[in-house]
C-alpha cells in the first residue's frame, strides 16, 4: 500500500513539472502572436479576440522562426490558416522607428538634406527571430498572396 502512495505523488509532481513554463531570460520577453507562417517566415497578424492587448509585435511584422524541427513541420503543415504562435523574442526588437499617432500610425523622418533616402534604414528590415515554444490553431484564414 505504502509503494502504491508514493508512486502516485511520484507521478502528479512529473506532471505538474511538465505544465511549467521554461523561465525568460532578463534580456528577452514572452509573446503570444497571432498571424501566418510561409516556410520558416511568419507575419503578425491582428491581435487575436482571446487575447486583445496580450502581444507586443505589431501587425505586419515579419518574424523568422527558430524551433524544433518536429514542431516547425507542424506549423508547415497548416500553412494557410491562421495560427498563434507562443515563444520568446528578445526586448527591443520589435521598437519601430518614429512617432505612434494611434490607430497603427507611425511618423519617421522624412528624406535627407541631399534628397536621397536615409542610408541607414535601422533595425525594422531584418526579421526578428522568435524561438517558438508551442503554437495553436485560431480562427480565420491567410489572405492570399
Do not use: Y
Request: glycine content about 16%.
Amino acid at each position: 500500500m505504502k509503494t502504491k502512495v508514493v508512486l502516485i505523488i511520484v507521478l502528479l509532481g512529473t506532471a505538474a513539472r511538465a505544465q511549467e513554463t521554461k523561465p525568460v531570460p532578463k534580456d528577452s520577453v514572452r509573446v503570444f502572436v497571432p498571424g501566418c507562417s510561409r516556410g520558416m517566415m511568419f507575419t503578425a497578424g491582428a491581435p487575436s479576440e482571446d487575447r486583445p492587448g496580450g502581444t507586443m509585435v505589431p501587425e505586419g511584422i515579419h518574424l523568422r522562426m527558430n524551433g524544433p524541427k518536429k514542431m516547425m513541420s507542424e506549423i508547415k503543415a497548416h500553412e494557410g490558416s491562421m495560427i498563434e504562435l507562443t515563444g520568446i523574442i528578445k526586448k527591443g526588437q520589435v521598437a519601430q522607428d518614429g512617432v505612434a499617432i494611434g490607430g497603427g500610425v507611425r511618423i519617421t523622418g522624412g528624406p535627407t538634406s541631399s534628397g536621397g533616402l536615409r542610408p541607414n534604414p535601422g533595425p525594422g528590415t531584418s526579421p526578428i527571430m522568435i524561438d517558438v515554444e508551442g503554437w495553436r490553431r485560431i480562427l480565420g484564414d491567410c489572405p492570399s498572396q
